[in-house]
T-cell receptor, first 116, second 111 residues
Framework: GAVVSQHPSRVICKSGTSVKIECRSLDFQATTMFWYRQFPKQSLMLMATSNEGSKATYEQGVEKDKFLINHASLTLSTLTVTSAHPEDSSFYIC????????????FGPGTRLTVT | SQKIEQNSEALNIQEGKTATLTCNYTNYSPAYLQWYRQDPGRGPVFLLLIRENEKEKRKERLKVTFDTTLKQSLFHITASQPADSATYLCALNTGFQKLVFGTGTRLLVSP
């Protein structure tokens, strides 16, 4: 149980375009989802906390107008990278909390974004 | 400043031995601490959670200790196997279910 999927797994886009990444909880309802970014050989950096039906809470230094998060249902959160630039190239990972099993987070497999 | 430190150098051990990984933190007072495993190009996988009032937690070949006085957690894998080779991340809660992750330690288990 507690499976989280992400789509796409890899995406290459041109500078200036927007990219949407989907995060789905497959076998549970996730009231809270998190979005992280991970650069090579670095740790996961929390970008934002996404709660179903309300606005996302962004971490300091993360531009909310650039990284749009929508948590429209209890099983789906989306991250849209707007006007992407090469420095946005990274590994984006989402996670979810079941709300019933404690505080552990269940992570998706990640999305590798490359902006050319 | 707040820091979570894990040994950045890879830990190489022989199959069958016990691997011990360290997580030290400063300027945090976490109510709980978690350990995750991450394979290359994949998302982390939850392994164990230990609360501040717990000294030790076990799950199969895994054992975690949590010393809030030393501000340190140790993560042990007994009877290690090549399949245990991965990067292991410790994470602290910082309130509202948010986690802050260490940089991870890469474990290599040789046959």
């Amino acid at each position: 149980g507690a499976v989280v999927s992400q789509h796409p797994s890899r995406v290459i886009c041109k500078s200036g375009t927007s990219v949407k990444i989907e995060c789905r909880s497959l076998d549970f309802q996730a009231t809270t989802m998190f979005w992280y970014r991970q650069f090579p050989k670095q740790s996961l950096m929390l970008m934002a906390t996404s709660n179903e039906g309300s606005k996302a809470t962004y971490e300091q230094g993360v531009e909310k107008d650039k990284f749009l998060i929508n948590h429209a249902s209890l099983t789906l959160s989306t991250l849209t990278v707007t006007s992407a630039h090469p420095e946005d190239s990274s590994f984006y990972i989402c996670s979810a909390i079941t709300g019933t099993q404690g505080y552990e987070q269940y992570f998706g497999p990640g999305t590798r974004l490359t902006v050319t | 400043s707040q820091k979570i430190e894990q040994n950045s150098e890879a830990l190489n051990i022989q199959e069958g031995k016990t691997a011990t990984l360290t997580c030290n933190y400063t300027n945090y007072s976490p109510a709980y601490l978690q350990w995750y495993r991450q394979d290359p190009g994949r998302g982390p996988v939850f392994l164990l959670l230990i609360r501040e009032n717990e000294k030790e937690k076990r799950k199969e070949r895994l054992k975690v200790t949590f010393d809030t006085t030393l501000k340190q957690s140790l993560f042990h894998i007994t009877a290690s196997q090549p399949a245990d080779s991965a990067t292991y991340l410790c994470a602290l809660n910082t309130g509202f279910q948010k986690l802050v992750f260490g940089t991870g330690t890469r474990l290599l288990v040789s046959p």
